[in-house]
């Protein structure tokens, strides 16, 4: 799960009228921003659904780590595991995981409430 | 903590919880011990907590007499046995070789088990106050 | 191996060495014993250190980034496995008018030289320190560890 392609997507389909393309992170901007309404909905459907599968992915693998630094928690209370350096390493990951969804959600509400305040 | 009060947050909030409960009541043990170092006759107690969290946690052992309910799909219900509480009682260690005047507190060896005992505490309160912190994070709304 | 096999580990370091201090301590303070219960002069003392075998850990073998394997040690520290008596010779004094002179008028002394207790006594003090140290430490390395936690 990359952040680059994340954001890219995110921003893509909650502003419509901006393609970014989410293939390859990195990848230069080959097309011109397209100008017509068309296109636009054209990119943001195709956008929308790769949208749904990265957010999807996303939440998956924050709530993985969550499940194992909670384990990995269980066990070093049990005395099941002995390793200090593994939990702590995984209980860090798994807030950083939780405060980057939460950005990335603040972030997406922002912008939804933005857009739709915008006079039509 | 589910004995505090009817809100559980979490069975890892509770064991974590639960695992101070523990480590508190093995630094009386110790303090005990220690404070009786020169008793003769006192024989060493301690508090097999850590065994008593895993079974709070794992649920109670399975009887080898009982048989089991067998599922063989996720979406079918398995036996829904109570959870077993979290009560550790200290016990007397009789095991340990004594010394002529019948005392059986090596004071080294508690001395040690207090340092590790305190740093277990220290560090199932951080990994408390993660799980805390994570809470108010989720329910405010706002990254800490 | 973990944080808190390492402090037991040190712990049973500490009971050896105490071990060997009261040891160390009688040897001096019988240095001049002629009398036992056993009848004849006190015997020299000293204490059998081995290493201790933990039962339950099963020995890993782990390989390294490198690609080199060690096997995990399945040991857990070090205990006493018995006080033994020194069977080097008595001293003997020359000293024919001493109640406890054999036939020749030696009278045997114990085989203690306090020169050398008192130096096995100064190692056992400093190895003790260095156990206590290895327990601070690994206390230290625990709390840094924890810090990570503490944003």
Redesign the interface.
């Known amino acids: 799960m990359d952040i680059n392609s994340a954001y890219n997507s995110a921003m893509s389909s909650s502003i419509p009228g901006t393609f970014v393309p989410d293939i390859a992170p990195g990848a230069p901007r080959t097309e011109p921003i397209p100008g017509d309404a068309g296109d636009a909905t054209g990119a943001a459907g195709a956008a929308s659904t790769s949208f749904r599968d990265t957010v999807k992915s996303f939440l998956t693998d924050t709530n993985d780590k969550l499940a194992t630094s909670d384990q990995l928690s269980t066990d070093l209370a049990t ?1 099941k ?5 593994k939990v ?2 995984s ?2 990951e798994a ?1 950083l995981a939780m405060q980057f969804t939460l950005a990335v959600r603040n972030k997406l509400m922002d912008a939804y409430t933005e857009v739709s305040r915008m006079q039509m | 903590m589910a004995e505090i009060s009817g809100l559980s947050f979490g069975s890892t909030i509770d064991t974590l919880g639960n695992s101070l409960v523990g480590a508190s009541m093995q630094n009386e043990q110790i303090a005990n011990n220690i404070a009786n170092a020169n008793t003769p006759g006192f024989h060493r107690s301690s508090v097999s907590f850590k065994d008593a969290l895993a079974a709070a946690v794992d649920g109670p052992a399975t009887d080898p007499d009982t048989l089991p309910m067998t599922a063989d799909d996720d979406r079918q219900f398995g036996m829904m046995t109570g959870p077993v509480p979290f009560d550790p009682k200290p016990v007397t260690d009789d095991q340990m070789k004594m010394r002529a005047d019948g005392s059986n507190v ?1 004071v ?2 508690e ?3 207090l ?2 005992n ?3 505490q ?2 199932m309160a ?2 408390l ?2 799980q805390y912190t994570r809470l108010r994070e989720a329910i405010t709304e706002q990254p ?1 | ?5 390492s ?2 580990i ?2 049973t370091g ?2 050896a060495e ?1 071990l060997q201090m009261d040891v160390i301590a009688n040897n001096i303070a019988n240095a001049s014993t002629t009398r036992t219960a056993a009848g004849g002069p006190f015997k020299r003392q000293l204490v059998i250190f081995s290493e201790k075998q933990d039962p339950n850990a099963t020995s890993e073998s782990e390989a390294g980034p490198d690609g080199v394997s060690s096997t995990a040690g399945s040991s857990a520290g070090v205990e006493a496995t018995g006080i033994v008596q020194d069977q080097s010779p008595d001293r003997l004094v020359f000293d024919p008018g001493n109640p406890d002179a054999d036939a020749r008028g030696y009278v045997h002394y114990p085989n203690v030289e306090v020169v050398k207790e008192m130096v096995d006594m100064m190692t056992a003090s400093r190895a003790y320190e260095a156990n206590v140290t290895a ?1 601070q430490e690994t ?1 230290t390395m ?2 840094a ?2 810090n ?4």
């Open positions: 005395g595991t002995n390793d200090l350096n702590v390493t209980v860090e807030n | 090596d080294d060896r001395m040690a088990e340092s590790s305190s740093g277990y220290q560090t951080q990994l106050q993660t800490k | 191996m973990g944080f808190y096999d402090i037991d040190s712990a500490l009971s105490r327990i206390r625990g709390n560890a924890l990570l936690l503490r944003s």
